[in-house]
């Protein structure tokens, strides 16, 4: 009998040593797998950001056309650059006049070294052929390749922009508004938003300017412009001594208010930018206080002075803009 109970505790000790077993190893199997899982969802994400990186298509000679108001068609043609195979899945829109997007879906796939013209008709409530419309495909990675249009002999806007700076400016969009008390302590843009053309404007009177500026940074890092950034004009009244007028960045809103204060404005990559000029003084220190040529009249020539961040670094660019006639 004492032997009988001394064979049943060996069996059960010996059952509960198997138990154990297998639930260490059960625990230490399942352990192994979900870091195996674990390792393989980090390769994954390592290796989808990498391709992603090194995904380049860029979309050239780009070209747009309204056969029909509300109808805009896409000219490009499209190259990819990179070393991986792109996939662009959505076509974006920007009519710049109406301050309205449009999308369409798009089902291409490029591989390195592929060149493929295309086109593609997006519809944009009250789009018409006088307006101006900024355009980029959306890649399946998240990327963007903005439009661009391509000079002679295959050199970019990018590139030529690098000659000067990151940033271009379009000629064709540059107004001035009249400035006028709301009655309230406000100042609004009188003719907003459409302005009047630039390039003849009155003197003594308060004004303000719009220009239309694009980043065409080649590593497609958002630019933010600070309170310091300024409109200036010389005027070469004497051959000996110049006089100069400033009109420092603003906010506007909806209704062509001037805000008394300033936000921070971003620049993200190949989208045309529209930026206010109108304060006497930097609102970064200063209320809003509207500005003018004063006394001074006839030619004069016109900077941007632009201040602030692209991407982690600061940024500064000085833009001989254009010319203007003061009367």
């Known amino acids: 009998m004492a032997n009988s109970k001394g064979f049943s505790s060996v069996i059960g000790t010996t059952f509960m040593v198997l138990v154990m077993m297998f639930l260490g190893t059960s625990v230490f199997l399942w352990t192994l797998s979900q870091n195996t899982l674990y390792n393989e969802a980090v390769r994954t994400t390592n ?96 990327n963007t390749v903005p439009l661009e249009r391509e000079f002679a002999e295959g050199v970019t806007v990018a590139e030529v922009a690098q000659g000067i700076g990151k940033v271009g400016m379009d000629f064709d969009t540059f107004v001035y508004y009249h400035v006028i008390s709301a009655g309230d302590g406000t100042y609004r843009m009188q003719e907003y938003p459409d ?48 006089r100069c ?6 906010n506007v809103d909806d209704t062509g208010t001037i805000q008394d204060t300033f936000s921070t404005i971003s620049m993200p990559y190949g989208i045309p930018t529209t930026i206010y000029f109108a304060s006497i003084q930097d609102l970064g220190a200063y209320s809003f206080s509207p500005s003018s040529t004063g006394k001074y009249d006839g030619p004069a020539a016109v900077f941007l002075c632009l201040f602030g961040t692209i991407g982690a670094h600061g940024f500064g660019q000085n833009i001989p803009f254009v010319s203007v006639y003061c009367s």
């Not at 291409?108 to 052929?129: C, F, Q, R, S, W």
């Not at 630039?198 to 412009?225: C, M």
């Not at 007028?245 to 603003?250: K, R, S, T």
Request: proline share 5%; aromatic share 10%; no cysteine.
């Open 195 to 242: 302005g009047i053309e630039a390039f003849s404007i009155p003197k003594d009177i308060n004004i303000a300017f719009r220009a239309k500026l694009t980043n065409y940074d080649v590593d497609k890092r958002t630019i933010n412009l600070n309170s310091h950034s300024v409109l200036w004009m010389i005027f070469p009244t004497q051959p000996t001594q110049v």
């Open 245 to 250: 007028a400033y009109w420092y960045a603003v």
């Open 47 to 142: 290796q989808e950001e990498i391709d992603r990186i090194n995904e380049g298509v860029v979309a050239l000679g780009g070209n747009y056309s309204v056969p029909g108001e509300g109808s805009v068609t896409v000219l490009a043609v499209l190259k990819n650059t990179g070393s991986v195979t792109a996939q662009l899945i959505n076509l974006w829109v920007l009519d710049t006049n109406k301050s309205r997007y449009a999308n369409k879906l798009v089902n291409l796939n490029l591989n390195p070294g592929d060149i493929k013209p295309v086109m593609y008709t997006v519809l944009i409530p009250e789009a018409h052929a006088n307006h101006t419309f900024v355009s980029w495909f959306v890649t399946a990675r998240g």
